[in-house]
């Protein structure tokens, strides 16, 4: 069995799909591993690293994808890169089958699985690629607004004058945003979080942090612990909740995602003119459209005197361990449900599998995506016939 591992394309992204560790890992189960030369470089993981782990390094793509059984990546490979493997073999990463850029027949003639589609199920907590990187994503969104910023978190008393802790209110309490409460609360500050789903009350109130909800009787907990889309009367009660909550706050972290749909927005042009000047929003939802309606991925925005970041990968911010965690979740994954006697062996009726793969011997299988052809897949759409004050600043890593 002969596993490939890709040197990332995408811009800003640091992380890497296969550790040292997990490749001495893999090749304990009798797997031969290669690793495309300088992939762990931006997570300061060297070459050499990798040899001593027993993997091979190849300089060019298709010397290490065209006989592979397995490929594994972070992010969608260039197409190219598909047609390079092999017939069958299987592809393991986040492959992006709800951004509306990804074109599923590009992985027609392998065996695709994107593990963002992973089951909510306790089997699945150590392959959980959503969970792993948005925990990081939350300890993330906390460092890069204090850094903005223009004043300190914890209340401190000095013989000149005592400084009040700065207020921040986190927008959906799932795992990123509880990381984010967290880390707020560690730093020193004075914390309240919002979501639709009141199950989470309890998570929220354990970190320390103030619980504020719209009074309704109206839950947003749907399958498997998401979040679904509330009904426009809950709508005009949260807005104006957060409308008045946000008046206070130095920072406000945005953490709200729909799967398959853009992201709500829970930020609009009146809640950010009843803001301080100076005040801080993180926007984790960047990349499905943004929970501020000012939003700009990988950009930051400044209205009225509000920063607003649009960072689309804060897990890259901390490559190193985000590849760590990461590399684990695809190991759980490969180890126990493609590989049996030191071969690639897919349990096809395993809900895991079946969960998470999109495409197989030629079909888009995946249910939520079957109905998407490959032929239509490759069709371009046809070409459609207040006052503020913005300044656009491109994200530092992009430069």
Known sequence: ????????????????????????????????????????????????????????????????????????????????????????????????????????????????????????ISRAQSMDVLSSQSNLAGYRAVIDAVAELGKVLPMMMTAAGTIRPAKVLILGAGVAGLQAIATAKRLGAVVSAFDVRPAVKEQVESLGATFIEVAAEESGEASGGYAREMSEEYKRKQAELVTKTAATQDIIITTALIPGRPAPILIDETTLEAMKPGAIIVDLAASAGGNCVKTKPDKTVEYYGVKILGSTNLPSKVGADASALYARNLYNFVSTLLVKDKALHIHWEDELVQGTCLTREGAIVHPQFAAAKPAAAKKKAPANKKKEQVKEETDGDAE
């Not at 969608?76 to 017939?87: G, N």
């Not at 699985?113 to 909510?120: T, V």
Request: charged share 25%; proline share 5%.
């Open 1 to 120: 069995m002969k596993i490939a591992v890709l040197k990332e394309t995408r811009l800003l992204e640091s992380r890497v799909a296969a550790t040292p560790d997990t490749v001495k890992r893999f090749v304990a189960l009798g797997a031969e591993v290669c690793v495309e030369s300088g992939a762990g470089e931006r997570s300061s993981m060297a070459d050499a690293a990798y040899i001593d782990a027993g993997a091979d390094t190849a300089a060019v793509t298709k010397q290490c994808v065209e006989d592979a059984d397995i490929v594994l990546c972070v992010n969608p490979p260039e197409p190219s890169t598909v047609a390079s493997m092999k017939k069958g073999a299987a592809l393991v990463g986040m492959l992006a089958p709800h951004d509306k850029d990804t074109q599923l027949a590009n992985y027609h003639a392998v065996t695709a699985f994107s593990l963002e589609l992973l089951p909510r």
